[in-house]
């Protein structure tokens, strides 16, 4: 059996769009990756919407610039993990929805706006972690995936009892 992880984190030196969302979801976190376990290189994979596109980055570079707050070990057969893989890997270099950003934001506000359903063209962090979750965790999720949170994502973690790591 194998396993992915789904992250949660906040970057180390805070920017202006991190605080808004942990002012907006009163978390301590702004963030959501997928981390893999890489045997080959025997350490991890990072996977994440941010700095405009759909990006990799090996985990001990990851950690230079974020600090994680809770992981959540999820298990997967080898055929499944490698699914998720090329599920992400497809993904790379698709760009930042900045446009799901203002939606949810101005929902917050008070604003009545319809959905920015892009046809998975443009992703951000939570909705590429719970697309993973959907695709290949059997979860069903009753949240528009292009405008689910941070938050909305760790809580629907949570509920499932899925053995999470305190760092």
Known sequence: MSSIIIGFSKPRK??????????FEKTPFSHVYIK????YFKDCDIYQASKGMVNHIVEVNFLNYNI???EFKLDVDSDNKFKIIQFLRARLGSPY??????VIFLRRLGFKLKTVSDK????ICSE?????LVHFGSVNIDVDLDLI???QLFNILDKMNIKNDNL
């Open 14 to 23: 805070l920017n202006l769009l991190s605080r808004i969302i942990m002012m």
């Open 36 to 39: 893999i376990p890489n045997n």
């Open 68 to 70: 994680s707050i809770k």
């Open 97 to 102: 929805s900045f446009k799901a950003l203002i």
């Open 120 to 123: 998975k063209e443009s992703y």
């Open 128 to 132: 590429l972690g719970a697309r993973v």
């Open 149 to 151: 949170t941070p938050l």
